[in-house]
């Protein structure tokens, strides 16, 4: 079992900044591939960005120049550096991990977190 818990979301007005943790416990070795999705309201959760284990990246076209992923093996960690956020950025961000991939298929993924919420104001 890995637990995943999630911090560093809140309200910020648009062109601010936010940085997203996610602490990792459990068994965490197995897990490769750590990330982000995102659900905004009467939306799909969608990927925002992976990381594997070995700090090999995938992140979504749209978002390439404002959002960063980083990951600490050493402390089981996972963040999401957020810039020049847009009022379309609002959603709930979930942190998530799995043994092989985060990709479309949401059934697949492993283990979720419970969820961050962004709200960026106009």
């Known amino acids: 079992q890995v637990q995943l818990v999630e911090s560093g979301g809140g309200l910020v007005q648009a062109g601010g900044s936010l940085r997203l943790s996610c602490a990792a416990s459990g068994n965490i070795f197995s897990m490769n591939v750590m990330g982000w999705y995102r659900q905004a309201p009467g939306k799909q959760r969608e990927l925002v960005a992976a990381i594997t284990r070995g700090g090999t990246t995938n992140r979504a076209d749209s978002l390439k120049g404002r959002f960063a992923i980083s990951r600490d093996n050493a402390k089981n960690t996972v963040s999401l550096q957020m810039n020049s956020l847009k009022p379309e950025d609002t959603a709930v961000y979930y942190c998530?991990?799995?043994?092989?991939?985060?990709?479309?298929?949401?059934?697949?993924?492993?283990?979720w977190g419970q969820g961050t919420r962004v709200t960026v104001s106009s």
């Open positions: 998530a991990a799995d043994p092989l991939r985060l990709g479309t298929d949401l059934s697949a993924v492993n283990y």
